[in-house]
């Protein structure tokens, strides 16, 4: 079971790889407007990548290229970057240097902490010609006795290796000692090659990821979400101060430890905000009573006291909410309205009657406006009856047959009469003649001819 088990851990694991697609490369591609084609740097690194793949179909003009702190296995699909200079695959699980030949203008590569036993697969690096710089440290061809001289013997385009330069004196004694430099490492890694199937024969032929390092492989093992904090604790020292050896197998259990670990203390913060934040009620029934709730936080106006027989309540609805997506649930004692999927309930003063009931909604407001007549009727005064009469009389307007439109501040003239309704017919207006009388002339006057007569 706990071989079952741990085995299960690892492939949920490899079944949550991180692959390179589009949509990703875009995103990281942001200096450059989003455009792939163009694309002369790429950073992919820190994402838990398992795989090289679709970077040298999309961006064959990339010349950096950075790819460390994943899970590559294998250097592979990078041939076709004829132009990359500068390649970062620091911190992966890569065992062999390959694939590279084809990267006529590489200049600078960073292997550092890797998996690489096999230093002869440096080899296949003589045709780049252009390669000026390599870090290699951190991987176990590192520690093999003459490693310096078998690079540099192999390599003598690089002019610095793990950060130190190579100067021509060391350049040129490798070369010309490299075959008993080679034969001497061919050894160390025949070597290192049976420690490690040693190693593996030592745990029954299988790794330590494979069924683990506990001994008491029959016990059974409980599961995580039955212990108790204190159990899940000494579990957790256990596992971390259990010695591993350090493989790539190891380093991708102990990756995907890390993310189970930062997955529960994230669980474990939104339990914590969730407790500190309480959660809105929504419960529409409590102990049998039913309770107030507007989840939408419509506005809404109840109007019991105008009328005794009858009860209106007015809530405003957005505008644009079909009808059709509205619930009205009318009952004795409240009335309960439902759109999308939000709840407004409201527990009324006094009981009604649900058949008799009416809904209206305004077109113009989207106002949904509900009248609900009471239960037991209320038999209203006859002289509170006239008086209301009276009062709504009084409140209508007096219409006028006057122009004016306030009748204190009419004058004495009448226009009522202008138009005469008499239809019968009128006798055709006369004009009168005027005879002008004339004026003596006075005394001595000269009538001149000379002068047009005044009229």
Request: charged share 30%; proline share 4%; with cysteine.
């Amino acid at each position: 079971k706990q071989w079952y088990q741990r085995r299960v851990a690892i492939t949920a694991g490899i079944l949550r790889m991180v692959r390179i697609t589009e949509g990703l490369i875009r995103k990281r591609a942001e200096h450059n407007e989003g455009l792939i084609f163009s694309l002369e740097e790429l950073s992919l690194h820190q994402l838990d990548i398992e795989k090289i793949e679709n970077i040298d179909k999309w961006c064959r003009d990339l010349k950096i290229l950075y790819l460390q702190s994943n899970l590559i296995d294998k250097m592979e699909n990078i041939g076709k970057l004829k132009q990359m200079e500068y390649l970062n695959m620091a911190l992966n699980n890569v065992q062999k240097v390959e694939n590279l030949e084809k990267c006529e203008n590489l200049k600078k590569l960073d292997l550092t902490v890797n998996f690489i036993a096999e230093l002869t697969s440096i080899e296949s690096l003589r045709s780049n010609i252009f390669l000026e710089e390599m870090y290699m440290t951190g991987n176990p061809c590192a520690k093999f006795e003459r490693y310096r001289e078998f690079v540099v013997g192999t390599l003598p385009q690089l002019g610095r290796l793990d950060g130190i330069d190579v100067t021509n004196t060391e350049r040129l004694e490798a070369v010309q000692d490299l075959p008993n430099i080679r034969k001497s490492i061919v050894d160390e890694q025949e070597d290192y090659v049976l420690q490690q199937q040693k190693k593996k024969e030592g745990t029954g032929g299988r790794w330590y990821t494979d069924i683990g390092a506990e001994t008491q492989s029959s016990a059974t093992i409980e599961d995580i979400s039955e212990l108790t904090d204190a159990e899940k604790k000494k579990k957790n020292d256990e596992y971390w101060n259990t010695p591993v050896d350090y493989t790539p197998e190891t380093r991708k259990e102990i990756h995907k430890k890390l993310e189970e670990d930062k997955a529960e203390v994230e669980k474990q913060r939104q339990g914590i905000r969730t407790n500190k934040v309480p959660k809105r009620e929504t419960v529409l029934e409590r102990e049998g009573k039913r309770m107030n709730l507007n989840q939408a936080k419509w506005p809404f106006k109840l109007d019991d006291t105008s009328d005794p027989n009858k009860i209106t309540l007015e809530l405003s609805l957005p505008k644009y909410l079909s009808t059709q997506n509205v619930d009205v649930d009318v009952q004795t004692t409240y009335v309960k309205i439902v759109a999308e999927s939000r709840t407004f309930q409201l527990v009324l003063t006094s009981e009604v009657s649900p058949d008799k009931s009416s809904c209206q909604r305004s077109t113009m407001t989207g106002s949904l406006v509900i009248t609900m007549p009471t239960l037991h009727q209320t038999l209203v005064p006859i002289k509170l009856h006239k008086k209301r009469l009276a009062k709504e009389e009084n409140a209508k307007p007096e219409k006028s047959s006057y122009l004016e439109f306030d009748t204190n501040k009419k004058t004495d003239l009448d226009f009522s009469s202008i138009i005469s309704n008499n239809s019968t017919k009128r006798k055709p207006l006369s004009t009168k003649q005027t005879v002008v009388k004339e004026k003596p002339v006075p005394d001595g006057f000269v009538d001149d001819p000379d002068v047009p007569p005044l009229l």
